[in-house]
């Protein structure tokens, strides 16, 4: 199966579909086709190139949910080694929109978890599109406590659209779910690292987040609405979703420059999906880095760096009393 197309590379997909078919003509009548085709692929590694290095942060948005993108269980599996699945929170049952479990990093042993989405139909209700449920969240927390138990660092990856806003979430207590983690993640005393893979959305993204590191994948996006419902919101209308995009500043290279993440973790060229391997191996390398950097310090400055990086978030500003006429 090809790998779908965005919006934006329509010019991309018409010149690969141009050098598909010559090279299929010159196989079926013997031609010989190399220089043109050289001067076609010149040409599409060129528009490539202008494509992907000048992209808008909606386009951005578009990588972010491409359908083919890695899941969290596809960098399990390739930047892993001995995955141990973990499941449900003792509470109320198993919520596969997260997963998680004991895994070797690097011949270090850490706890993984991650938002999981489906490939088809069938997969995403059964992942409920990456989108968890309080349960979910409860598991996410019983495996960091069983982290914090043993010693041993916690890597997350983070990739929803949201935190499910169904009403059986609600009244099994969502809020309180996602507020729980964001206390005892603020507070653990082992190396936490997370990476934003693909969207990062609001509370339901930010309740495996709250990191001593925090990185993104160059294409990711991290932010509390989408541009959609930020355009309904503010313009009133879909159509502002570009506009909504880049004042929302959710792109990777944004939120390094106002200090929000960490690092920014390279994708090949044209997005993860493109080079799945690749893609694989630059988070692999990114995040045991930073979990052996972490690990050379003691359990009470990586509390104290946590809790200062998360205090310097934002400004705070007093407007003088207004003074009556």
């Not at 359908?67 to 449900?88: C, N, Q, S």
């Not at 991290?222 to 959609?228: A, G, Q, T």
């Amino acid at each position: 199966m090809s790998t779908p197309h965005l919006e934006f590379e329509k010019d991309i997909a018409e010149l690969e579909a141009q050098i598909a078919r010559l090279q299929a003509m010159a196989r079926k009548q013997g031609l010989e086709a190399g220089r043109e085709l050289r001067v076609l692929e010149r040409r599409l590694e060129a528009l490539r190139l202008e494509a992907y290095r000048n992209l808008t942060p909606v386009e951005r948005v578009q990588l972010a949910r491409h359908p083919k993108r890695p899941y969290a269980l596809d960098y399990i599996e390739g930047a892993f080694t001995d995955f141990v699945e973990l499941h449900g929170d003792r509470l109320f049952r198993d919520d596969e929109a997260v997963v998680g479990g004991w895994a070797r990093l690097e011949g270090r042993t850490v706890m993984v978890i991650g938002h999981q989405k489906g490939r088809d139909m069938k997969q995403n209700l059964r992942r409920n599109f990456g989108m968890p449920h309080p349960e979910g969240y409860r598991k996410a927390l019983r495996l960091m406590r069983l982290a914090e138990k043993f010693g041993h660092p916690i890597v997350t990856l983070i990739d929803t659209p949201g935190a499910y806003p169904g009403i059986g979430a609600e009244e099994r207590g969502q809020g309180e779910a996602i507020a729980m983690n964001l206390r005892e993640m603020a507070r653990l005393r082992v190396p936490t690292v997370a990476v934003v893979i693909g969207e990062g959305g609001s509370g339901g993204a930010l309740a495996l987040g709250v990191a001593d590191r925090v990185l993104m994948l160059e294409n990711a996006t991290y932010s509390v609405i989408s541009p959609e419902g930020c355009a309904a919101i503010l313009w009133k209308t879909n159509a502002a979703k570009d506009k909504a995009a880049e004042a929302m500043k959710i792109t990777a290279a944004d939120l390094a420059a106002l200090g929000v993440i960490d690092e920014v973790v390279p994708e090949p060229l044209g997005g993860a999906h493109t080079d799945p391997a690749q893609a694989v191996a630059n988070l692999r390398a990114a995040v045991a880095r930073h979990v052996a950097e972490l690990e050379r310090l003691s359990p009470e400055e990586r509390r104290r760096r946590r809790w200062e990086k998360y205090e310097r978030m934002g400004v705070w500003r007093e407007e003088p009393a207004a003074v009556a006429p």
